[in-house]
């Protein structure tokens, strides 16, 4: 197991940018796949970004991708979201997730380690 620990949210202008962080402790960082996804009021939680052990390969949601870009820092423990040209529609908690494994997933219920949560919040 291990704990993560998100931060980074807040409120921003539509255009704006935001960068979240995850640090991560009790475990081998490295063997992890991270992962970032969001949640919405009253919607379900959906997948925003993943990438794989070595930090050389991503996954983004079609929604995200072009402007969002998730990196990793495995000396330092911590997986990166970094938010450009941010919409009204991100709005949302941000969740980081790790999954031990050699293969990269967007699948929500195969993450079984998350942390608390992180607001973003876009608007005027």
């Known amino acids: 197991q291990v704990h993560l620990v998100e931060s980074g949210g807040g409120l921003v202008q539509p255009g704006g940018s935001l960068r979240l962080s995850c640090t991560a402790s009790g475990g081998t960082f490295g063997n992890y796949i991270m992962a970032w996804f969001r949640q919405a009021p009253g919607k379900e939680r959906e997948f925003v970004a993943v990438i794989n052990r070595s930090g050389d390969s991503t996954i983004y949601a079609v929604s995200v991708k072009g402007r969002f870009t998730i990196s990793r820092d495995n000396d330092k423990n911590m997986v990166m979201l970094q938010m450009n040209a941010l919409k009204h529609e991100d709005t949302a908690a941000y969740y980081c997730?790790?999954?031990?494994?050699?293969?990269?997933?967007?699948?929500?219920?195969?993450?079984?380690?998350w942390g608390q949560g992180t607001q973003v919040t876009v608007s005027s």
């Open positions: 997730a790790a999954r031990q494994s050699r293969t990269i997933t967007i699948t929500t219920d195969l993450y079984d380690n």
